[in-house]
């Protein structure tokens, strides 16, 4: 039997923007392009450049505390950089060990090299990573993609969307393109992330918000 909803429904290009703000708003999590297209039944095409609008629409709304973001393929609703000192007080965060100089080389090694091996890491930075990595996995920057077809099998990792998120980018391909990572000091790691997100004081956290161990919980809508 026809689901006669499903067969009739139709959605006009000027009611779009409330459903898409709606659907982004009631998902909470990052919704794929091909999704919405299925929920709409609007092109993928129509859908890009009527969130690309709203995306501005959001980001200079002076009255508003959310923010239309894409991620890779996926658009998702969170609240604006700006909120985090009204989310310190609503969630009281305990204080937490600031994250240190290591561990962000090791995010950069991973998020230019990825997807990458323990071993790989260690051979970029020339020491032991293992505790580190799994500080990484902890705080939800990276995760395991899979295990290297060599013997073993080591798990391999790269970046996640918390990583975009919290860094205030929309893809991992807008990091500017590099043969080694070699960085000398952190501030270079924030410098090239600041050139690639185009935003440098309005990331959705800086490395200097989070290693001082304030962290605002979920940045999402809900």
Same mark, same amino acid.
Request: include cysteine; aromatic fraction near 6%; charge should be negative.
């Given at each position: 039997?026809?689901?006669?909803?499903? @067969?009739?429904?139709?959605? &006009?290009? /000027?009611?779009?923007?409330?459903?898409?703000?709606?659907?982004?708003?009631?998902? +909470?999590?990052?919704?794929?392009?091909?999704?919405?297209?299925?929920? *709409?039944? #609007?092109? $993928?095409?129509?859908?890009?450049? @009527?969130? *690309?609008?709203? &995306?501005?629409?959001?980001?200079?709304?002076?009255? +508003?505390?959310?923010? =239309?973001?894409?991620?890779?393929?996926?658009? =998702?609703?969170?609240?604006?950089?700006?909120?985090?000192? #009204?989310?310190?007080?609503?969630?009281?965060?305990?204080?937490?060990?600031?994250?240190? $100089?290591?561990?962000?080389?090791?995010?950069?090694?991973?998020?230019?090299? /990825?997807?990458?091996?323990?071993? /790989? =890491?260690?051979?970029?930075?020339?020491? %032991?990573?293992?505790?580190?990595? *799994?500080?990484?996995?902890?705080?939800?920057?990276? &995760?395991?993609? +899979? @295990?290297?077809?060599?013997?073993?099998?080591?798990? !391999?990792?790269?970046? &996640? /969307? $918390?990583?975009?998120?919290?860094?205030? !980018?929309? %893809? #991992?391909?807008?990091?500017?393109?590099?043969?080694?990572?070699?960085? +000398? *000091?952190?501030?270079?790691?924030?410098?090239?992330?600041? @050139?690639?997100?185009?935003?440098?004081?309005?990331?959705?956290?800086?490395?200097?918000?989070? %290693?001082?161990?304030?962290?605002?919980?979920?940045?999402?809508?809900?």
């Amino acid at each position: 039997m026809t689901d006669e909803t499903t @067969t009739d429904f139709t959605l &006009t290009i /000027q009611e779009l923007p409330a459903a898409l703000e709606a659907i982004l708003f009631a998902a +909470g999590d990052p919704v794929s392009i091909s999704r919405l297209e299925e929920i *709409t039944g #609007v092109q $993928q095409d129509v859908i890009h450049r @009527t969130l *690309t609008k709203m &995306t501005a629409d959001y980001e200079n709304n002076p009255w +508003g505390g959310l923010l =239309v973001r894409r991620l890779e393929n996926e658009y =998702v609703m969170c609240t604006k950089p700006q909120m985090k000192a #009204v989310f310190e007080r609503m969630f009281q965060p305990k204080s937490r060990p600031p994250m240190s $100089q290591a561990t962000y080389e090791t995010l950069a090694v991973i998020a230019y090299n /990825q997807p990458v091996t323990r071993a /790989q =890491v260690e051979a970029v930075r020339g020491v %032991s990573s293992d505790s580190i990595v *799994t500080r990484l996995l902890d705080r939800g920057w990276i &995760t395991e993609c +899979g @295990t290297l077809d060599a013997p073993g099998r080591p798990s !391999i990792f790269e970046t &996640t /969307q $918390q990583f975009l998120m919290e860094f205030g !980018i929309a %893809s #991992v391909a807008e990091m500017p393109a590099m043969d080694l990572m070699m960085y +000398g *000091t952190i501030r270079d790691l924030e410098d090239s992330l600041e @050139t690639a997100a185009g935003m440098k004081d309005t990331r959705q956290l800086s490395m200097e918000h989070l %290693s001082d161990g304030s962290f605002p919980p979920g940045n999402s809508a809900k």
